[in-house]
């Protein structure tokens, strides 16, 4: 699986469609040009996956989850729900329709890199997640044990 980062603004054409970035685009050679979209279920965005990070993703998620299990079937079922999609001949790629209402009114979309696939937002709702998303100081040291002191005891 490839590392991807960057973060990259794009416009958005009435359709739905933009120009995936070239710095990106470089990052992630697929075997066969093929993505996944899906919803994502912690933030109002969309996630981009290669297909082939897409399908360890789920392969994964099947060996955690018994599908014969209600609430994890449902879980399953949610986290494997995606489209597959392809960059056209000009390097555009087409939000499927159904996963448009998260940047219908949008005319700049961010696409942003978490290391494993790229979010993709409403520029409007990813300028109001950056300003109110807190101190992420303190929660990198809570989440993560990193804390703001230097080896030598020092702040």
Known sequence: MALILGKEYCKV????????????KRQLETEDGRF??????????????????????VEKLQGMLNPYRREERDILRKLTEGNVV?????DRLLVPAEQKHLIASAKEIVLQSTGKFIELWDRAAYDRMNSTGGDYAAKAESLLGISRVDNHGEH
């Open 13 to 24: 054409d009435s359709n739905g469609r933009f120009k995936f970035p070239i710095a990106l």
């Open 86 to 90: 392809e960059l056209d001949s000009n």
């Open 36 to 57: 996944v979209i899906r919803e994502s279920v912690y933030a109002e965005c969309l996630e981009l996956w290669t297909y082939a990070s897409f399908r360890e993703e």
